[in-house]
């Protein structure tokens, strides 16, 4: 058995059987600023489904995320309640500096380190349900489960994730649905509407205890359009509606459900990016093939994008430690890098990051490392994430609504290792490994 499924089962075996607990549904929206919707009015957006679930419930003012503000780490922490430094995902794309992985993922839940609230449910006798939730490929402990998976984008990747869905799930779905596997796959806003009426359907058949979902086009449209752009807007306010169908629909078949929408982190306007393997490439810090341009060796390099973490090949290796150092205080003293500051180690660990990293950049807003052949070029996207989770424009979101949830309650800023076990309450389960606290 897997060890983070047998942790879960060992706390659920620690506990008495509590009393009736309500099933959650979590919704995230990929990339929601907080502000878009308690500020909704003053920022023109309309999201009346998304501000029924405000007003009748407890919110944030704004979730302090992981180290980097990316999707992946801070959806697994969502799940856990712990930093990336003891889950296990690091970033979105894993370390691979010599591109044999061709740029893939963390998309594989064998690599969360912890157990997770699928882990605490599947090991309570209930079940959990996913769709679309970053890193579950694979994962045991949901019992319905369509995973987020893709590597080309296309119908070939389409035919690998019918064969990772849970056996015999997607018939049945499809056909009380009339949404296909395909309709649910991309980031476009139609496809977020597909989503909610699949999930729709989960509930109708299968009733999980636990359903996570995740909704990705809003952050499309920001890094598209930018944050707050005319697009981004109508993006957001297609979002709120498949949310209220979903939610109706599930309340329908489930009358107890608490609705939890959370987002993984906020996003900022996009100017600049920089190169920052060339610089490592001209220090001597890594070799690139002059025809391919591919690394073909290396002693440290820069892994990220708005923030980037420097990896060193061995850690204990003084010269080279001292060699990137001296490139790191040349390329953070000019003011034409957009460099805002640099971690070590030490600070590394005390924000939760991957202990991969010998230091890290955090750009300036508006700047972020990129691949262009010139050291500094224009951006190629209107908006991006993952600056340090200091940067107030990178607060993630938080809402609840339900019963036993309280109601009318403004929480102000809250800790994102904080949300696990606040749903684990109230789905009571037991779950002793998460860092957080449960929020009411």
């Not at 600023?33 to 029924?52: M, S, W």
């Not at 064969?163 to 309709?183: I, M, N, R, Y």
Request: proline content about 7%.
């Amino acid at each position: 058995m897997n060890l983070r499924i047998t942790l879960a089962a060992l706390a659920a075996l620690a506990l008495p059987v509590l009393a009736h607990a309500a099933p959650v549904l979590m919704i995230s929206i990929d990339g929601m600023r907080p502000a878009d919707v308690i500020e909704a009015d003053q920022r023109g957006f309309t999201v009346p489904n998304l501000k029924k679930i405000m007003v009748g419930g407890t919110w944030s003012a704004g979730v302090r995320n992981s180290l980097p503000t990316v999707t992946y780490p801070n959806h697994t922490t969502l799940i856990t309640g712990v930093w990336p430094a003891r889950h296990g995902i690091a970033n979105n794309a894993t370390f691979d500096p010599l591109g044999t992985n061709m740029g893939g993922w963390y998309l594989y839940s064998e690599d969360i380190k912890v157990p997770t609230l699928w882990d605490a449910v599947h090991a309570s006798g209930a079940k959990a349900a996913s769709l679309g939730w970053p890193v579950s490929v694979g994962d045991r402990s949901i019992d319905y489960n369509v995973p987020e998976y893709w590597r080309a984008k296309n119908a070939e990747d389409l035919k690998l994730v019918r064969q990772l869905c849970t056996p015999g799930l997607l018939a049945a779905v499809e056909k009380k649905s009339g949404v296909t596997l395909a309709d649910t796959f991309g980031e476009d806003p139609k496809v977020d509407v597909a989503k909610a009426k699949f999930a729709a359907a989960v509930y109708q058949l299968m009733k999980p205890q636990f359903y996570t979902v995740h909704l990705a086009a809003l952050d499309e449209s920001e890094h598209l359009f930018g944050p707050g752009s005319a697009q981004a807007k109508a993006t957001l306010q297609t979002v709120d509606g498949a949310v209220g169908e979903l939610v109706a629909a599930a309340r329908k078949a489930e009358p107890d459900l608490v609705v939890v929408v959370v987002s993984d982190h906020g996003f900022n306007a996009l100017e600049h990016q920089v190169n920052l393997v060339g610089d490592f490439v001209d220090a001597g810090l890594a070799v690139r093939d002059p025809k391919s341009k591919k690394i073909t060796s290396w002693d440290a390099m820069p892994w990220g994008g708005a923030s980037a973490a420097i990896v060193l090949r061995d850690p204990k290796d003084e010269a080279v430690k001292a060699k990137v150092k001296a490139l790191l205080d040349k390329l953070a003293a000019d003011p034409a890098n957009g460099i805002n500051r640099i971690a070590d180690a030490d600070e590394i660990a005390r924000m939760g990051g991957t202990p991969m990293a010998s230091w890290w950049i955090d750009f300036k807003l508006g700047y972020a490392m990129g691949g262009s052949t010139t050291h500094i070029s224009a951006a190629t996207q209107r908006g991006t994430h993952g600056w340090f989770p200091e940067h107030p424009e990178m607060r993630a979101s938080f809402f609840a609504e339900g019963p036993g949830i309280p109601k009318g309650k403004a929480l102000g800023e809250i800790d994102q290792r904080d949300i696990a076990p606040t749903v684990a309450k109230v789905l009571k389960v037991p779950f002793p490994s998460a860092d957080g606290k449960p929020l009411f």
